[in-house]
C-alpha cells in the first residue's frame, strides 16, 4: 500500500520526536534556525535613537556602548535598525540591522563582526559579507557626529 505525503511527514516528525530531535527537525524549517547559546559573540547593547527631519540621532555619552573606539551597539528607533561602530575618535560606521539573507534583525557582535542570530551570517562593521548564507551587504548609511550626537542620515 502507498503512503500519502501527509502519512509519511507525520511518521518523520513522531520519530523525530521520539529521537528528540524536533528542534533540529524545526530547524530545517527556516525560521530563527540557531539557538542563542550557538551565535559566535555576543548580544549587542541597545541604544535609542530618535527620528527628526528625516535623520535618526543618538546621543553618546561618556558611558555608551559608543563612547570609545570600537565601540559597538544596536541603535533602535521608529526609522528602523541600525549597526553602528565607532571606528574612530570621530567617526562611525552604520549599517542596516536587517540581515540580506531572510531579513532577521541582526544583533550580535564578535570583534569586529556583526553575527545573524538566525543562520550565522557575519558581516564586517561595513556591511560586507563575510561568512554566508547571506550573499549580498548591508545597506551603509551616512553618520556626522558633532557635540556628542551621532547622525545617521
Known sequence: MSQGRRDFC???????VCAGGLETLLAGCGGSGNAASSIPGQQLPTMTGTVANGAVTVAVAAGSPLATVGGMALVTSSAGNFLVTRTAQDTFACVTANCTH??????YGSG???????HGSEFDTLGRVVVGPAVTPLRQYATQFAGGVLTIS
Open 102 to 107: 531572510q531579513a532577521c534583525e541582526v544583533s
Open 10 to 16: 507525520k511518521g518523520v516528525a513522531t520519530a523525530a
Open 112 to 118: 569586529q563582526h556583526y553575527v545573524c542570530p538566525c
